[in-house]
C-alpha cells in the first residue's frame, strides 16, 4: 500500500520561505503525476502546483505563479514545494498527491494517493 508523508511546514513570516517536501513509500514515484493542494479553513481544497512525469511539464495557478517552484528528485523518491514571497493567504495544510498518470492533473479528484498534510501558517 502506498503512502506519502509531507514535511517542512510551519510558521513564517510574510515575505520569507518555505521547502515542502513529500516522499513516497510503496511506489516509485518516476511513474506518477504530482500535484500539491491546500486547504484553508472553511474553503475547499485548491490547486497549487502540478508536475508530469513525462515531459516535466508544470503548472501553477495565479495565485502562487513566480512565487512557487515544484520539483522532484527520483534518487529521493520525493518531491518538493519552494515557496517563497510567502503572504498571508498562503496559510492552510498543504497536501501533496499522486496518481500513476501521465501530464498534468489539475484536479483533485484525479489522485488517488494522498498525504495526510503539513501546516503553514505564514504570520508576522
Known amino acids: 500500500q502506498g503512502q506519502l508523508v509531507e514535511s517542512g511546514g510551519g510558521l513564517v513570516q510574510p515575505g520569507g520561505s518555505l521547502r515542502l517536501s513529500c516522499t513516497a513509500s510503496?511506489?516509485?514515484?518516476?511513474?506518477?503525476?504530482i500535484g500539491w493542494f491546500r486547504q484553508a479553513p472553511g474553503k475547499e481544497r485548491e490547486l497549487v502546483s502540478c508536475?508530469?512525469?513525462?515531459?516535466?511539464?508544470?503548472y501553477y495557478p495565479a495565485s502562487v505563479k513566480g512565487r512557487f517552484t515544484i520539483s522532484r528528485d527520483n534518487t529521493k523518491n520525493t518531491v518538493y514545494l519552494q515557496m517563497n514571497t510567502l503572504k498571508p493567504e498562503d496559510t492552510a495544510v498543504y497536501y501533496c498527491?499522486?496518481?500513476?498518470?501521465?501530464?498534468?492533473?489539475?484536479?483533485?479528484?484525479?489522485?488517488?494517493?494522498w498525504g495526510r498534510g503539513t501546516q503553514v501558517t505564514v504570520s508576522s
Open positions: 498527491a499522486a496518481q500513476r498518470s501521465t501530464g498534468i492533473l489539475p484536479v483533485a479528484r484525479a489522485y488517488d494517493y
Open positions: 510503496g511506489f516509485t514515484m518516476d511513474y506518477y503525476a
Open positions: 508536475l508530469s512525469n513525462s515531459d516535466g511539464g508544470t
